[in-house]
């Protein structure tokens, strides 16, 4: 059986470097020796998380959430827990590009 050692652990911000989701940012919600599962909020909400590799992603940011998945478990449904995570990975996932108008800047 192979162990892998990883310092990756609930409540942490991790970006995905593998998969159709690749460079997106996700809430660690558990983890164990090979897999983590993983929440964004919008796409992956609490109901349906990601199960993801381990060696698939990247610890964004190393400071514990702990406090924060603590206060998720206070909150009453799954829309309001998708709204604070959403809330939390805002500053992590790149907004999306604008598109200039065809008719700009042409003939």
């Known amino acids: 059986m192979i162990q892998f050692t990883h ?14 989701d690749k460079s997106r940012c996700f809430l660690v919600m558990s983890v164990d ?9 919008s796409a992956r909400p609490v109901g349906k998380q990601k199960k993801k590799n381990v060696r698939h992603v990247r610890i964004v ?5 702990t406090g924060f998945l603590d206060g998720l478990g206070k909150l009453g449904d799954n829309g309001q ?3 604070r995570i959403r809330q939390l990975l ?15 800047g042409g003939t």
Not at 7 to 20: E, F, K, L, Q, Y
Not at 61 to 65: C, V
Not at 90 to 104: G, L, M, T
């Open 61 to 65: 940011n190393p400071a514990e959430e």
């Open 81 to 83: 827990k998708n709204a």
């Open 7 to 20: 310092d990756i652990r609930p409540g942490m911000v991790v970006r995905s470097v593998a998969g159709h």
């Open 33 to 41: 020796a090979k897999w983590v599962w993983l929440c964004d909020g």
């Open 90 to 104: 805002a500053p992590y996932n790149p907004k999306h590009p604008v598109f200039v108008d065809r008719n700009e």
